[in-house]
C-alpha cells in the first residue's frame, strides 16, 4: 500500500473514530409565530449557543401567526411551539393535553404612542378620556387590555372613550391619517416613533402588570416521552435570558443578526426598553399571577369558557433550570 492511500486511509478511519465517538445530538424544531424582537430569549439561545451546549440541535421555523404555530405543534410538525400560551388552555377544552414550559414574554409588551403634543404623558387610564385609540382587533390582547382599562377607569365605551380597531402593521398610519389619537404599538415600532418625534404616552406593562404574553408550549406527550430533552431546551432558555439581562451589547448583537433591516438605534432603543420594563423576565418561570392574568382576559373575551381545572404550567423544569 503506497504512503498516499494509507495516510488517507488512515484519515478516514480517525474521522469515523471521532463521528462515532461525538455524543449525537438531539434534533429538535422550534415553530415561532413570527420572527420578532419579542423573541429574543430564543434567538439568543440558538445564536450564543447555549442550545448547542445542552446537546441539541434546534431548527427554528417561522409559522407566521399564534394559530399556526401552535397548530405546527398539535400536528406534529413541530417539537415545541413560541407564542400566545392561550392556545394552550382554548385547546384542553378542546381535549389536547399540553403545558406551558418557560416565560418567554412576562408583560403586555405594548405602549400607547401619539405625534401629538397636546397628549402628555399618563399612568392614569382616566387619561384615556376624549381618545380614539387604535388597538389590534378584538379578541387580540391589545383590544382586551384596552377595553378592561377603559371600564375600570369608568369611561364608557363609544362615549367617553373610543377603541379603532386596526390591522396589526397599520396602527401608526391610523395616527398619521386622523383616526387615532393614540395608537397601541409593538416594539420595535414604538422606538421608531419615538426617533420619527413622536412619543409614548402610556405604559401597558406598567399599568397591567403580570400577563403571560409569550410562552414556550410543548405536549404532554413529549414531557412523557422526552423529559430530558425537555429539560435541556429550558436549560438553555435559561441561560439566555440570563444572558440578556447582563450582556446587553451581546444581546444587541443578536437582535442585530435576526432584524437586519432595522436602525440600529431602533434597535437598541426597543431592546432597553423591553428589558426595563419587565416584559422579557429573568428567568423561566411561569408564575401564577402571571398565567391567571392571562386566562381571566380570555374568559371575559369568551375564548375560554371557564378557569381550567387542571394545571396547564409545569415549573418543574425551569426550577431544575434555576438551580
Known amino acids: ?101 418557560v416565560m418567554a414574554v412576562n408583560r403586555v409588551a405594548v405602549w400607547g404612542v401619539t405625534f401629538d403634543n397636546e397628549i402628555q404623558p399618563f399612568t392614569d387610564p382616566i387619561g384615556f378620556k376624549g381618545q380614539t385609540v387604535a388597538t389590534y382587533p378584538n379578541p387580540n390582547t391589545s383590544y382586551v387590555v384596552q377595553k378592561q382599562l377603559a371600564l375600570n377607569a369608568g369611561l364608557e365605551l363609544g362615549k367617553d372613550t373610543r377603541i379603532l380597531e386596526v390591522e396589526m402593521g397599520t396602527e401608526i398610519a391610523s395616527l398619521r391619517n386622523g383616526r387615532a389619537n393614540i395608537a397601541q404599538s409593538i416594539e420595535p415600532n414604538v422606538s421608531s416613533v419615538e426617533l420619527e418625534g413622536g412619543k409614548v404616552v402610556f405604559s401597558y406593562p406598567e399599568a397591567w402588570g403580570d400577563f403571560a404574553f409569550t410562552g414556550l408550549m410543548v405536549s404532554d406527550k413529549t414531557i412523557r416521552e422526552k423529559p430530558e430533552t425537555v429539560q435541556k431546551i429550558v436549560n438553555a432558555y435559561e441561560k439566555a435570558l440570563r444572558f440578556i439581562h447582563t450582556d446587553f451589547e451581546g444581546t444587541f448583537l443578536v437582535a442585530k443578526k435576526y432584524l437586519p433591516d432595522l436602525n440600529d438605534d431602533v434597535i437598541r432603543k426597543a431592546l432597553r426598553r423591553l428589558i426595563d420594563s419587565g416584559c422579557i423576565p429573568e428567568h423561566t418561570l411561569v408564575t401564577e399571577k402571571s398565567w391567571e392574568s392571562l386566562l381571566q382576559t380570555r374568559i371575559d373575551v369568551g375564548d375560554l369558557k371557564q378557569m381550567p381545572n387542571v394545571n396547564l404550567i409545569d415549573n418543574s423544569f425551569a426550577k431544575k433550570a434555576n438551580k
Open 1 to 101: 500500500m503506497n504512503r498516499l492511500l494509507k495516510t488517507v486511509l488512515i484519515a478516514l478511519v480517525a474521522v469515523g473514530l471521532i463521528q462515532c465517538n461525538s455524543p449525537k445530538k438531539d434534533t429538535i424544531t422550534i415553530s415561532q409565530a413570527f420572527q420578532h424582537l419579542l423573541y429574543i430569549g430564543l434567538y439568543v439561545s440558538q445564536e450564543k449557543g447555549f442550545f448547542a451546549e445542552e446537546g441539541l440541535d434546534v431548527k427554528i421555523e417561522t409559522a407566521g401567526g399564534d394559530a399556526q404555530a401552535f397548530a405546527a405543534l398539535t400536528s406534529g410538525n413541530a417539537d415545541f411551539a413560541q407564542g400566545d400560551p392561550a392556545f394552550v388552555a382554548i385547546a384542553n377544552e378542546q381535549g389536547w393535553n399540553g403545558k406551558v414550559i
